[in-house]
């Protein structure tokens, strides 16, 4: 257990709907990723947010935003769901701010557009 | 061509047979992050390495900054190995990862 939570587990929704998936590092980690896995792109950054604010910016789709709150806990936002959005979700958490810090991952949030 | 190329692809081992997977990329890096996927898909850090090599256990990790090559060794490997080995590069705060190795170890 590498102490990273993410929710849900797995999604179902439709084409065109928004959903929320979160996540919560391990104590005392200050950054959160964010990836996406889909089999035809393998894995890719999205975002990274340190301590609230955007740190660096990655492969991320105008429709899909990120958040980290004051409590450390972060959030993706995926709109206007296209069928090419299924995909695993990952987050990671580290302690440090650059990228390159030991990241420990969530077990991920698996998201089927139909 | 992909920025970061690892070989083989695939890659069935019988168990206790020395393996060695291999990452290769086409930018300067600041690090190198090899990265196990289970079969269940949770994702475990296994090494960082900006320069030399490291050990933890039966796994060896290798890098030549010169030759933009790292590798990734088993030793002695055992089913409990089978996995998906995937390399990532860092450049400041971009990251770039590898397609995977798959890897069975047959018992």
């Known amino acids: 257990d590498s102490g990273v939570t993410q929710t849900p587990k797995h999604l179902i929704t439709a084409t065109g709907q928004r959903v929320t998936l979160r996540c919560s590092p391990r104590?005392?980690?200050?950054?959160v990723y964010w990836y996406q896995q889909s089999l035809d792109q393998g894995l890719q950054f999205l975002i990274q947010?340190?301590?609230?604010?955007?740190?660096a910016k990655g492969n991320i789709l105008e429709r899909f935003s990120a958040q980290q709150f004051p409590d450390l806990h972060s959030e993706l936002n995926l709109s206007s769901l296209e069928l090419g959005d299924s995909a695993l979700y990952f987050c990671?958490?580290?302690?440090?701010?650059?990228?390159?810090?030991?990241?420990?991952f969530g077990p991920g949030t698996r998201l089927t557009v139909l | 061509k992909n920025e970061v190329e690892q070989s083989p692809q695939n890659l069935t081992a019988q168990e206790g047979e020395f393996i060695t997977i291999n990452c290769s990329y086409s930018?300067?890096?600041?690090?190198l992050h090899w990265l196990q996927q289970h079969p269940g898909g949770g994702i475990v850090s296994l090494f960082m390495?900006?320069?030399g090599k490291k050990k933890h256990g039966r796994l060896i990790a290798t890098i030549n900054i010169q030759e933009k090559h790292s590798s990734l060794h088993i030793t002695a490997s055992h089913p409990r190995d089978s996995a998906v080995y995937i390399c990532?590069?860092?450049?400041?705060?971009?990251?770039?990862f590898g397609a995977g190795t798959r890897l069975t170890v047959k018992p």
């Open positions: 990671a958490s580290s302690a440090g701010v650059m990228v390159y810090n030991e990241q420990f």
């Open positions: 104590s005392g980690d200050l950054s």
């Open positions: 947010y340190y301590n609230g604010e955007e740190r």
């Open positions: 930018v300067g890096i600041s690090a």
């Open positions: 390495l900006s320069s």
């Open positions: 990532a590069v860092y450049n400041n705060n971009d990251m770039r």
